[in-house]
């Protein structure tokens, strides 16, 4: 690989008519194609041809509003609501948590060896009770993992009902 890893990055243009154009193999490409770019690892990068901005986020986004419109959606209004809510102050802690629980989700499917989607949908269908409740106790961690952190540095101390803001921790805890 080279040093600056640019001479591996596959090149997608778009163009003003909303088609996508491959400039490694010359020709036009589809959004089901750069899932399968995604999804076997392969690196690239969407532009627009006339000004150059990168469009990757903005492609990769509409992948997933196409998967979450058909079929079993992953995420829930529920969710989706929850993760509007935080945007502001304190998305870069969601996006962190977010980011590294995928990640552990991937490492495990690498170190299961389970190569092809069809196959790790039956081992986790077959798995499901159990792969709930280690979900579970890892989400349960995590939340009390935040808040402790957060009743650590005394984030909240202005939130928590305590209209005169008090940062002596003096209220009473949950």
Avoid at 1 to 13: E, Q, S, T, W, Y
Avoid at 34 to 51: G, N, Y
Avoid at 118 to 130: G, I, L
């Amino acid at each position: 690989m080279p040093a600056n890893g640019r001479n591996d990055v596959r090149l997608i243009k778009k163009y003003p008519n909303r088609r996508l154009y491959d400039t490694r193999t010359s020709c036009h490409i589809t959004l089901a194609d750069i899932r399968q770019l995604v999804i076997s690892e392969e690196p690239f990068q969407v532009v627009d041809a006339k000004t150059g901005e990168d469009l990757t986020r903005s492609i990769l986004l509409q992948i997933i509003q196409e998967a979450e419109s058909d079929g079993e959606p992953i995420f829930s209004s529920e969710t989706l609501k929850g993760i509007i809510r935080f945007y502001g102050p304190f998305q870069g802690v969601l996006a962190s948590y977010l980011e590294k629980s995928i990640q552990s989700v991937i490492d495990v499917q690498t170190q299961a060896g389970v190569q092809s989607t069809q196959a790790w949908t039956d081992f986790m269908q077959s798995q499901a009770p159990m792969m709930q409740d280690l979900m579970r106790q890892y989400v349960e961690q995590s939340k009390k993992l935040y808040l402790n952190t957060q009743n650590m540095f005394g984030i909240f101390s202005g939130f928590a009902g305590n209209a005169g803001g008090k940062k002596d921790g003096d209220e009473s805890q949950d």
